[in-house]
């Protein structure tokens, strides 16, 4: 894990690590910045607790980001090292789109996360995004917004049906039904920022509940395990249940 400290919060750190540790185990963890700079002052308190190595780069020249140069020759050498399986690039900067596309190039597992500001083109360069504003609290959650059915651009954030229906159909099987678990994956590949607590629910089966008009939910017993989860699209002459 490689934290842009200049422009990451400290205040989240903990859900940060909590969120790349679904992925794996975060066997690194370094930030950088200028820690003769107050900006700093909020990382200072929380290095010792959360095992976190402190880089020092100075700002030599007033206007260059010393500190993106000095994150990218180390993700660099540990990416030569060959003893990771994955990075996660904490920042909100587009600068890091590069880097994150030459990581995937070497067949590694890339995720990011940053604001919802995070320019497009490095949200696209990972393989997951997670925006910051969707680790908040479950009592700071936004609220549930309810799909517009005219919107016309597909995965904006007021309108999830779009990307919904582009996965379903990346993912349905010849009997017409996906497989709830695919159609996460799909949705992972055409935006690396999906996230279901974007729109207010914590998992994509609450927001497929939410959707019930769109879609059919059937769920599968297995013989020894949890039950899985199916989904289709609903045929529009079928009345929907009450």
């Known amino acids: 894990m490689l934290i842009d400290g200049d422009n990451a919060q400290a205040s989240l750190i903990e859900k940060i690590i909590a969120e790349a540790g679904k992925y794996g185990l975060v066997t690194i963890r370094r930030v950088y910045g200028d820690w003769t700079t107050s900006q700093m002052k909020s990382w200072k308190e929380i290095l010792s607790s959360h095992a976190i190595q402190p880089i020092q780069q100075f700002r030599n020249t007033v206007g260059k980001n010393a500190t993106d140069s000095m994150l990218i020759i180390d993700a660099m050498d540990i990416l030569h090292d060959g003893n990771v399986q994955g990075f996660c690039l904490v920042s909100s900067d587009s600068d890091y789109t590069r880097l ?3 990581i995937r190039e070497r067949g590694l597992f890339v995720m990011g996360i940053g604001r919802k ?3 497009r083109a490095f949200v696209n360069a990972c ?4 925006y910051t504003e969707n680790l908040l609290g479950e009592r700071e959650l936004p ?3 309810q799909p517009s059915r005219d919107a016309a651009v597909a995965g904006t954030r007021d309108d999830p049906l779009p990307l919904l229906k582009s996965a379903f159909d990346m993912a349905v099987e010849d009997d017409g039904w ?3 678990g695919v159609v996460g994956e799909r ?3 055409l935006d690396p920022g999906f996230d279901p607590r974007t729109y ?3 998992q994509l089966y609450q927001l497929i509940k939410a959707n019930t008009d769109t879609f059919e939910i059937q769920e599968k017993k297995g013989r020894s395990g949890p039950s899985q989860v199916y989904i289709r699209l609903r045929d529009k002459r079928t009345p929907e249940p009450l």
Not at 127 to 130: G, Q, R
């Open 178 to 180: 996906a497989y709830l």
């Open 117 to 119: 500001s995070t320019p």
């Open 200 to 202: 207010g629910f914590r």
């Open 100 to 102: 994150a596309t030459r």
């Open 143 to 145: 609220k549930v917004v």
């Open 127 to 130: 393989e997951v995004f997670v």
């Open 187 to 189: 949705l992972r590949r």
